[in-house]
């Protein structure tokens, strides 16, 4: 049984974990017959939105740990815990928080810092050869991981394609319920819900996603 990290960045897609893409990620890896552990940085939020109004909620503040347990009923470890000696293969659901948490890349864009922690695991599994699958805005974190014209796709925003060669990708445009596989890298991404306009279709994205890379040696 091929055993998955996960690395969550909060709870809620403005601000945390785009939870569709979380929930939709862990059932895809049970459908394939393997076991996951959720990580999440033990850090607090860039800012907390209100899902409601979608405006910053002043003087509120949250954690990137405590928030991403939501999503798994408690069943989190702290990302510096992560051995990666230990899975097989890692997936990243997208969500703001990737950008916000993980990174900085929804505020700074190519000039973004990237949180030590998450740097350091992600890099481990490329280092080790690995198979990672990022979803959504997570390739963002991927091309930084990556780099060397790393081929990824976040859908087809040209924005946030620039953004993305910025940081040392190769940016492909991709339809919502398809991949793009680096196979050199062993890397799998997918457009999730930058161009998701509901449920089904973040479905066959997401579940595509892990299918794909699950089956990677």
């Not at 280092?127 to 990824?152: E, M, R, S, W």
């Not at 890397?187 to 279709?201: C, F, G, I, K």
Request: net charge negative.
């Amino acid at each position: 049984m091929k055993q998955v990290a996960v690395i969550l960045s909060g709870s809620g897609v403005y601000d945390g974990a785009e939870l569709q893409e979380a929930v939709l990620s862990l059932l895809a890896i049970e459908s394939e017959g393997a076991s996951y552990q959720c990580f999440a940085p033990d850090v607090d939020q860039l800012h907390v939105i209100n899902h409601l109004t979608g405006e910053v909620a002043e003087g509120e503040t949250r954690n990137v740990l405590v928030e991403s347990a939501r999503i798994t009923r408690g069943d989190i470890k702290p990302l510096s815990e992560c051995d990666v000696s230990l899975f097989d293969t890692l997936i990243l659901p997208g969500g703001f928080g990737v950008a916000k948490n993980l990174c900085t890349f929804a505020v700074d864009g190519a000039e973004c810092s990237f949180n030590e922690d998450v740097l350091t695991v992600c890099q481990a599994f490329a280092k080790a050869k690995k198979p990672a699958a990022y979803a959504c805005i997570a390739p963002a974190l991927a091309a930084k991981v990556y780099g060397n014209g790393v081929k990824l796709t976040i859908g087809n925003d040209e924005a946030t394609a620039q953004g993305l060669n910025a940081l040392g990708a190769t940016h492909i445009d991709c339809e919502v319920d398809d991949v793009v596989v680096d196979n050199e890298m062993k890397l799998v991404t997918t457009p999730a819900y930058m161009l998701a306009e509901n449920v089904s279709q973040a479905y066959r994205s997401i579940t595509k996603m892990v299918k794909t890379v699950l089956s990677m040696k």
